[in-house]
């Protein structure tokens, strides 16, 4: 089991940027995988970022592809997603989300149903 907290969303403008944190407390950090989601009311949980066991695998979606950084420090058992050159279309509810694996350090997904535990979602709101 564990417990995933989010912080830092809030209110910026088109071009700003914003660093979303997701502590994690339970079992070993470092046997799972994080994952980062965004959801925009009545829409699907969309995929944005996923860093393997060892922090040396990314996956980015097209849409945040160079824009955005994943990232995690297993010592202090956070993830991490630097967000940079913010749009209005990035406005969405962000979670953070853990997939327990141990088979190899250098997996990742993007498939939301992997992932076994969910944070509660942080809010960003990028204004034109």
């Known amino acids: 089991q564990v417990k995933l907290v989010e912080s830092g969303g809030g209110l910026v403008q088109t071009g700003d940027s914003l660093t979303l944190s997701c502590a994690s407390s339970?079992?070993?950090?470092?046997?799972?995988?994080m994952g980062w989601f965004r959801q925009v009311p009545g829409k699907e949980r969309e995929f944005v970022a996923a860093?393997?066991?060892?922090?040396?695998?990314?996956d980015y979606a097209d849409s945040v592809k160079g824009r955005f950084t994943v990232s995690r420090d297993n010592a202090r058992d956070t993830a991490s997603l630097q967000m940079n050159s913010l749009k209005p279309e990035d406005t969405a509810d962000y979670y953070c989300?853990?997939?327990?694996?141990?088979?190899?350090?250098?997996?990742?997904?993007?498939?939301?149903?992997?992932?076994?535990?969910w944070g509660q979602g942080t809010q960003v709101t990028v204004s034109s």
């Open positions: 989300a853990a997939k327990y694996y141990i088979r190899t350090y250098s997996y990742t997904t993007r498939w939301a149903r992997e992932y076994d535990f």
């Open positions: 860093i393997s066991r060892d922090g040396l695998t990314t």
């Open positions: 339970g079992r070993a950090f470092d046997t799972y995988i």
